[in-house]
C-alpha cells in the first residue's frame, strides 16, 4: 500500500453515517484499506462502523467474516483501554465470533462492544455485530493487559 492509498479512500465522502459517529482517528495498516472507518466514542465502549463497500465483502458480496471479526477484536479492545483509563496496552488473549446473518454492499456495519470485567492482568469484553440494526455476528474477547516497563 502507498500513501495515495490512503488519500484515496480518505477522499470517499461520509454520506449517510449515523449521527454521532466521526472518522476514527486511530488507523493502522491492517485498517488502512477499509476506510473509511468510523467511531463513536460514549463512557462505556468506542463503537466502530462502516458503510460497506466492495472492498470490504468476499466472493459472494457479503462482509468478508475477517473484516468482521477484525474490527470486533478492534473495538472490543479500544472499549477495554477506554475503562482502564486510556494508558493501557492491550493484547487479544483470546477471541470467539458467531456469525448469525449477512451483511451486504450499501449496509452500515456497526460493532457495538461492552466491558464485562476490569482487571489489573486481564479484561473480558463482547459486542454485537449490526448491520442496518439487524445483529449479524456478535464475539467475545478476552485481553492482557501489558504493565509499562519502570
Known sequence: MTSSDTIVSDDIPDIDIPEGFARHTRRS???????PL?????????????????AHTN???LAHGGLITALADNAMGLSCGLKL???????????A??????ATIGQWLQI????????GTLCVAQCFVTVDGVRCARANGTFSVVKAKP
Open 29 to 35: 495498516p491492517l485498517t488502512a484499506p477499509w476506510e
Open 38 to 54: 468510523y467511531a463513536k466514542m460514549t463512557n462505556d465502549a468506542v463503537l466502530l462502523g462502516l458503510r460497506i463497500r466492495e
Open 59 to 61: 466472493s459472494r458480496g
Open 85 to 95: 483509563g486510556g494508558g493501557a496496552r492491550l493484547l487479544t488473549a483470546s477471541l
Open 97 to 102: 465470533i458467531d456469525f448469525i446473518g449477512p
Open 112 to 119: 457495538e462492544p461492552e466491558v464485562i470485567k476490569l482487571g
